[in-house]
């Protein structure tokens, strides 16, 4: 009997760690950045599945009385989310926002990075990118290449190309007409090790065929190609 209860507490162990590890990389926080995110044990995923409107339900039926219980399962979330709503309606006496105050603060202007940029520009005469690369590594210093050419363009040592920043006409994977053009897709996992091929049509974004392997190369590609072919 203690051989069983210890197999059987091993095997519960073990299906716990494995759900634990499946959890922190599959289930996310459905509002990022909205409410503070912690790990559940609730399906939800990374997907902002809330918008202003079920918040304004959610509150109106936490005035009515209804559970947190049963608005979690009618609008799929947690219940933890359910409450997270609420506490931040009760303190601030308004609506959560959804898409107000998201991502990072503007970085302001650094002087100090300017001089870094200017210092560069005169030695190696680069633009944005190349000067990106050569001031991480002579002026040990990280700068984006946006940040570099904001600099450049207060320095008067850039200016804006009108011809980089108009909409083109032609847009890459969209085509008018199905089965026009297609593309080939490999995906890879980081929990299997089968990698997956699909071909998709440009125009409707429909799988013509697709086929799971263990390695990406030019031959399993072909064979999808071949299922297409087959197919019609």
């Given at each position: 009997?203690?051989?069983?209860?210890?197999?059987?507490?091993?095997?519960?162990?073990?299906?716990d760690l494995i759900y634990l590890n499946f959890s922190r990389h599959i289930l996310r926080c459905?509002?990022?950045k909205v409410f503070r995110t912690r790990f559940t044990y609730e399906p939800v995923t990374r997907v902002m599945k809330l918008d202003q409107?079920?918040?304004?339900?959610?509150?109106?039926?936490?005035?009515?009385?209804?559970?947190?219980?049963?608005i979690a399962l009618d609008m799929k979330i947690s219940r933890r989310r359910v409450q997270q709503i609420w506490k931040s309606y009760a303190e601030t006496g308004r609506e959560p926002g959804i898409g107000e105050n998201m991502g990072r603060p503007m970085k302001l202007f650094d002087e100090g990075e300017a001089q870094v940029v200017s210092e560069a520009y005169k030695r190696f005469r680069f633009?944005?990118?190349?000067?990106?690369?050569?001031?991480?590594?002579?002026?040990?210093?990280?700068?984006?290449?946006?940040?570099i050419h904001m600099y450049l363009k207060v320095a008067g040592?850039?200016?804006?190309?009108?011809?980089k920043k108009k909409r083109?006409?032609?847009?890459?994977?969209?085509?008018?007409?199905?089965?026009?053009a297609g593309h080939i897709d490999w995906h890879e996992s980081g929990w299997s090790d089968l990698k997956v091929c699909v071909?998709?049509?440009d125009a409707s974004r429909m799988i013509l065929a697709g086929g799971e392997?263990?390695?990406?190369?030019?031959?399993?590609s072909k064979l999808v190609h071949h299922n297409i072919n087959f197919a019609n």
């Open positions: 009997m203690s051989l069983f209860k210890s197999c059987h507490c091993s095997l519960s162990l073990r299906y459905r509002v990022l409107r079920k918040i304004h339900w959610i509150i109106r039926q936490k005035k009515k009385g209804v559970t947190t219980k049963e633009g944005g990118r190349m000067l990106e690369t050569v001031v991480r590594k002579v002026f040990k210093v990280r700068i984006s290449h946006n940040r040592l850039a200016h804006e190309d009108p011809k083109r006409k032609w847009v890459r994977y969209e085509r008018e007409h199905s089965l026009s071909i998709i049509d392997f263990k390695n990406i190369n030019t031959k399993n």
